[in-house]
């Protein structure tokens, strides 16, 4: 059992909502416009008509009902069906780092620390806007932290790898303080032009603060008795997207919007084959640290969709879930990736009393698995 407590947490919601109604309007424009265009070619049998999409079938799917973005324009227009992204001159801040930032000062306030008490930054997410320097570099920079930054990704498990590594960080001495930040900025990934995945993620960022016990001041200290991190490769969740993409012979414009250069899941492959790990990973778990679930008084899992999130909490539990034992957000924010997990528990924690136990758990692409018990000090 180590020492080292989350003092803190932080929450950052973009500016603008997009809800299932609009998008549903705009890819149904979207799908008249492309069956008309391409008549001829659906009529012979060459093509696929595009199907409508539907409010029913998004929430059915997936429990979303909404998104936040941080840019709507371009998303609902049926002649784009992507974000109108400025480019953004390299001496301002990124879109990410000012994410980022955002969180991170709540989670500073939350643990009553200055940034010159942070002296390693993990930016942490499924996606990065570009590969150098590293966005937690910058964020280091605007924050006022010392110490050293680096950024990692391991998809959805992103937020529990990184705060894993930030007590890894602590432990070994390397670091006193840390900040995990989250920010998620997935609607640029999205194929908005895509029945099967254009509703699933929304942008948002979160952040932790992640200390030795010893030295926390914040009011809301939860201390990590144990974590488990796990990856198993698989293709079901891709993307391959990359800078690659612009070398390949005979490149056209079109090519960057053919579906592998968004997210891609092959979805009961993944039920499938990635639910019962993970059920297995926490009954292990919490075997080795001699706890029963009936000990564990919240789950805030991860924010895939809520078939996912009801298959792994009944199958830990024994039983159907009653919402306070696994809140879930994901029919506000949608799915954010890494930081999903991190909202559930930075909006549902305040109610602990000490010595309530709780598993913060995500899982995602890779496949990739952490989980991480913890309990209210």
């Known amino acids: 059992m ?26 149904n424009a979207y799908a008249d416009m492309y069956n008309k ?37 371009g998303i609902l227009d049926k002649e784009r ?9 390299d001496d301002v801040l990124s879109i ?15 643990a009553n620390r200055k940034p010159e008490d942070i002296d390693l930054v993990i930016y942490g997410a499924s996606t990065s806007q570009r590969p150098w320097p590293a966005v937690a570099v910058e964020v280091q920079q605007a924050l006022g932290c010392g110490g050293y930054a680096f950024d990692m990704t391991v998809a959805c498990s992103t937020g529990t790898f990184g705060i894993s590594t930030a007590v890894d960080a602590i432990l070994s001495g390397a670091a006193t303080c840390a900040l995990i930040v989250n920010p998620e900025y997935a609607s640029p990934q999205i194929n908005f032009r895509d029945r099967d995945s254009h509703f699933i993620f929304g942008d948002v960022a ?20 144990d974590r488990k991190l796990k990856t198993h490769f698989s293709n079901n969740i891709r993307t391959n997207a990359s800078y690659l993409t612009r070398a390949e012979p005979n490149i056209t414009f079109e090519r960057f919007f053919e579906q592998d250069q ?11 084959e990635l639910l019962p790990m993970i059920c297995s990973l926490v009954k292990n778990q919490l075997m080795s640290c001699e706890l029963n679930i009936s000990e564990i008084r919240r789950m805030w899992l991860h924010q895939a969709n809520i078939n996912m999130n009801m298959f792994v909490a009944r199958g830990l539990l024994g039983r159907a879930p009653e919402p306070h034992e696994a809140p879930v957000v994901l029919d506000e ?40 018990i913890m309990e209210k000090l």
Do not use: W
């Open 81 to 89: 069906m992507m974000p109108l992204v400025p480019r953004r001159p």
């Open 96 to 110: 990410t780092a000012e994410m980022a930032i955002a969180a991170g000062r709540e989670a500073l306030s939350q």
């Open 333 to 372: 924010y949608a799915n954010t990736a890494s930081a999903g997990s991190i909202i559930a528990f930075h909006k549902y924690k305040g109610d602990f009393n000490p010595g309530d136990k709780g598993i913060l758990c995500s899982f995602g692409a890779g496949y990739s698995i952490g989980s991480l």
């Open 262 to 272: 968004f997210f891609i899941q092959q979805g009961r492959k993944v039920f499938k």
């Open 206 to 225: 979160t952040a932790c603060i992640v200390e030795k016990q010893q030295t926390a001041s914040g009011e809301n200290l939860f201390r990590i008795i």
């Open 37 to 73: 265009t391409n008549s001829e070619a659906i009529n012979s049998g060459e093509e696929e008509a595009l199907q409508h999409s539907t409010c029913e079938f998004i929430e059915k799917a997936s429990g979303i009902k909404q998104r936040y973005v941080m840019i709507k324009d």
């Open 2 to 27: 180590s020492d080292v407590v989350i003092s803190g947490t932080g929450l950052f919601t973009p500016p603008y909502v997009v809800t299932n109604e609009e998008l549903v309007q705009a890819y």
